[in-house]
Structures are given as structure tokens and as C-alpha cells.
């Protein structure tokens, strides 16, 4: 199931990562993307932080 989870996950920051790519190449750096890349760089460390390393027991 963690696994699973992790791939969704994934993919949907990778589906971001590119769109928020898409946008920048078609309309230039903006602050809105500057705020969308700071926002996929926290729910990567955060989400890939969490399902790497597991609670304790």
C-alpha cells in the first residue's frame, strides 16, 4: 500500500513539475511560478521524506 501511495504521489508532483514548466517556457518566469516551485519542493520533501522513512514502532 505505502508503495502505491509513493507512485501516486510522484506522479502528481511530476505532473505539476511540468505543467508548472509548461508555463513558465510559454509565458516567462513569473511570481506565481516562483510560489508553485516552492510549493512542489515542499510536498517533495515532505511527502517522499514521509513514505521513505516510516514511523517508529
Do not use: N, Q
Not at 26 to 35: I, K, L, R, S, Y
Request: aromatic share 6%; hydrophobic share 65%; net charge positive.
Amino acid at each position: 500500500m505505502r508503495l502505491a501511495v509513493f507512485t501516486v504521489a510522484l506522479l502528481f508532483i511530476v505532473a505539476l513539475a511540468v505543467l508548472t514548466a509548461r508555463d513558465i517556457r510559454m509565458h516567462g518566469a513569473t511570481p506565481v511560478d516562483v510560489v508553485a516551485i516552492l510549493v512542489l519542493v515542499l510536498f517533495t520533501t515532505g511527502i517522499v521524506g514521509a513514505l521513505l522513512h516510516p514511523p517508529r514502532r
